[in-house]
């Protein structure tokens, strides 16, 4: 097992980590996690949030990580590539939904990502059965980047702009996130329909 393989684990065990700390009911265990009145904040600010957006952050950069030591080492393998994809989904996704039933993330932002990623998902099978490979495009590019900032501030309850403007950066990240969701989405399937049209 190769160091991006490794780097790849990694990132799966720290969304596991991240989904057992927002999940998980302490309480039940005599375990009560604090929580801050932070001015500027509408809400109490809940460490276990706060401890999960770092791991986030970390586990993001295990993403641009062993992607880069692949590339420069020349140990890119199908089986990285295949881990890699599922890594991204798990800790993406899995975020996306548990800020969204918590209210952090608007509902409708969760849903139509994740139905874009599984649609997207479907047509690089698709392709990649016929010995073809989908290449990113600037549009999932830019939804990756404005939903990953997106969700590192919805994490941190929007700090610091709540704490200055008043503005929700982060909902603004992520419905913009969104549009350019439905927009590379319908970028793939043009670019792919040859693949889902056929007969055969």
Not at 20 to 34: R, S
Not at 163 to 192: E, H
Request: net charge positive; proline share 3%.
């Amino acid at each position: 097992m190769n160091t991006p393989t490794k780097l790849t684990f990694l990132r799966i065990f720290l969304t596991l980590v991240v989904i057992i700390l927002l999940l998980f009911p302490f309480h039940t265990i005599g375990i009560n996690i604090p929580q801050y009145n932070i001015d500027g904040v509408s809400e109490p600010v809940g460490l276990q949030y706060l401890i999960a957006g770092v791991i986030f952050i970390i586990a993001s950069l295990t993403d641009f990580l062993d992607g880069y030591l692949a590339r420069k080492n020349n140990q890119v393998t199908n089986l990285g590539k295949m881990l890699d994809a599922i890594a991204d989904k798990i800790l993406v996704n899995s975020s996306l939904i548990i800020l969204a039933v918590a209210g952090f993330v608007p509902a409708v932002v969760a849903v139509i990502i994740v139905l874009r990623d599984t649609c997207v998902d479907a047509i690089k099978m698709q392709a990649a059965s016929k010995g073809d490979v989908v290449a990113a495009i600037w549009s999932g590019k830019l939804k990756t980047a404005s939903l990953m900032v997106g969700l590192v501030l919805a994490f941190f309850y929007n700090l610091p702009f709540s704490l200055f403007t008043g503005l929700n950066i982060s909902d603004f990240l992520l419905y913009f996130a969104c549009i350019m969701s439905i927009i590379s989405g319908v970028q793939y399937f043009n670019m792919n329909k040859k693949y889902i049209l056929q007969n055969k």
